[in-house]
């Protein structure tokens, strides 16, 4: 069964830094490409960015506000994809979702990690 | 304001049928596969509809998805009350080189 479980959320200051990271299970993490998605609170789904599989090298696209700020990497020896989150503004207070790209889709999605960026 | 346009709210009866709709541009959907996620209140997003038009397993066939040219729609029939939910369509920009979402419909069972 595919669980993607995420962790290191939290209450931090604007222009702070914070690291979520997410536990996959169930499948292979090389193997997949990996995004992530955020939620501000009572709005609509917004992509963060994406780790490609080992085979395309790991490489990444973010979305472009965050592009330089936030980071995004894994260990597939640890099952782990981290999403380092640098310069953090107000408006990226969100639940922040792990998710498994299969084919082209996100088919797999974590059950989210809160972040709230406020002084 | 999302690149993809979706109606804020939609609703209907239990039993009818209701369709949700999502435009975007040649550079989205015109040139790629458009996804549907149903989320229910305080859950995760659920994949519902996959390369247009496919169901995966589990989904009942009262959800359907199409697409034409830069629009796509999914289709809900014979309506039930846990279809009460936010719908989001999906799909990969070109231009952008990223994964944009809908702004998300809300639909109501009345």
């Known amino acids: 069964e595919v669980q993607l479980v995420e962790s290191g959320g939290g209450l931090v200051q604007p222009g702070g830094s914070l690291r979520l990271s997410c536990a996959a299970s169930?499948?292979?993490?090389?193997?997949?490409?990996m995004d992530w998605v955020r939620q501000a609170p009572g709005k609509g789904l917004e992509w963060v960015g994406r780790?490609?599989?080992?085979?395309?090298?790991?490489?990444?696209d973010y979305a472009a506000s965050v592009k330089g700020r936030f980071t995004i990497s894994r260990d597939d020896s640890k099952n782990s994809l981290y999403l380092q989150m640098n310069s953090l503004k107000t408006e990226d207070t969100a639940v922040y979702y792990c998710?498994?790209?299969?084919?082209?889709?996100?088919?797999?999605w974590g059950q989210g990690t809160l972040v709230t960026v406020s002084s | 304001q999302s690149v993809l346009t979706q109606p804020p709210s939609a609703s209907g009866t239990p039993g009818q049928r209701v369709t949700i709709s999502c435009s975007g541009s040649?550079?989205?959907?015109?040139?790629?596969?458009v996804y549907w996620y149903q989320q229910l209140p305080g859950t995760a997003p659920k994949l519902l509809i996959y390369s247009n038009n496919q169901r995966p397993s589990g989904v009942p066939d009262r959800f359907s998805g199409s697409k034409s040219g830069t629009s796509a729609s999914l289709a809900i029939s014979g309506l039930r009350s846990e279809d009460e939910a936010d719908y989001y369509c999906?799909?990969?920009?070109?231009?952008?080189?990223?994964?944009?979402f809908g702004g998300g419909t809300k639909l109501t069972v009345l």
């Open positions: 169930g499948f292979t993490l090389s193997d997949h490409y």
């Open positions: 999906a799909v990969w920009d070109d231009s952008l080189s990223g994964r944009v």
């Open positions: 040649s550079s989205n959907i015109g040139s790629n596969f």
């Open positions: 998710a498994r790209v299969g084919v082209g889709v996100i088919d797999y």
């Open positions: 780790s490609r599989n080992k085979a395309k090298r790991y490489s990444t």
